[in-house]
Nanobody, 114 residues
Framework: QVQLVESGGGLVQVGGSLRLSCAAS????????MGWYRQAPGSQREMVAT???????NYADSVQGRFTISRDNLKKMVYLKMNALKPDDTAVYYC????????WGQGTQVIVSS
């Protein structure tokens, strides 16, 4: 059974930075595509960034150039480095195992204050 535990969220000022971490348990992490999604109040969940087992990445247009997703297969960790944060980045951020087998973490709150 896959478990995903996020950490690193919090309150940050506009223009600041945060790094989210996701600790994965279970098997087959090295062959899993992983991602970060977010959900702002009153909005649907949206993809933020994804990373394949070999490290190929994809980003939402809204975060391209500001956010960086990375992974450490030995530690079974996924990271999201967020720079130049904006109020619109305020959301609950979820670590997601996309495939094989979809699984979601419980989320970590990010609040960007102006």
């Amino acid at each position: 059974q896959v478990q995903l535990v996020e950490s690193g969220g919090g309150l940050v000022q506009v223009g600041g930075s945060l790094r989210l971490s996701c600790a994965a348990s279970g098997t087959s992490f090295t062959i899993a595509s992983m991602g970060w999604y977010r959900q702002a109040p009153g909005s649907q969940r949206e993809m933020v960034a994804t990373i394949t087992p070999t490290g190929a990445t994809n980003y939402a247009d809204s975060v391209q150039g500001r956010f960086t997703i990375s992974r450490d297969n030995l530690k079974k960790m996924v990271y999201l480095k967020m720079n130049a944060l904006k109020p619109d980045d305020t959301a609950v951020y979820y670590c997601v195992r996309l495939r094989p087998g979809e699984s979601w973490g419980q989320g970590t709150q990010v609040i960007v204050s102006s």
